[in-house]
Nanobody, 116 residues
Framework: QVQLVESGGGLVPAGGSLRLSCVASGRAVSGYYVAWFRQSPGKEREFVANIGWNGVDIYVDSVKGRFIISRDNAKNTVYLQMNSLKLEDTALYSC??????????WGQGTQVTVSS
């Protein structure tokens, strides 16, 4: 099973940008689909974006046009470029990976805090 470690979170002013990284180890991530999720205190975990093994990406409506998910299989890494950040983007961001039936590997998450 692949292991995932996220990084790149931090404190950023509204309108700013961050790039999150999800680094995989243990297995090549090239055959996996990988997604970013986020969770704020008191809220359910929310799907943010997913990228397939073939590079096809999908996004939740609230981040379309602002976030970009990408993958670098040579580095075994998936990225989430977040632009035009809003206060409501504040959350713990985690990545998940799967091969077929759901996401079976998860990272611990990286905190993103957007300030006014």
């Amino acid at each position: 099973q692949v292991q995932l470690v996220e990084s790149g979170g931090g404190l950023v002013p509204a309108g700013g940008s961050l790039r999150l990284s999800c680094v995989a180890s243990g297995r090549a991530v090239s055959g996996y689909y990988v997604a970013w999720f986020r969770q704020s205190p008191g809220k359910e975990r929310e799907f943010v974006a997913n990228i397939g093994w073939n590079g096809v990406d999908i996004y939740v409506d609230s981040v379309k046009g602002r976030f970009i998910i990408s993958r670098d299989n040579a580095k075994n890494t998936v990225y989430l470029q977040m632009n035009s950040l809003k206060l409501e983007d504040t959350a713990l961001y985690s990545c998940g990976a799967g091969l077929g039936s759901g996401y079976t590997s998860w990272g611990q998450g990286t905190q993103v805090t957007v300030s006014s």
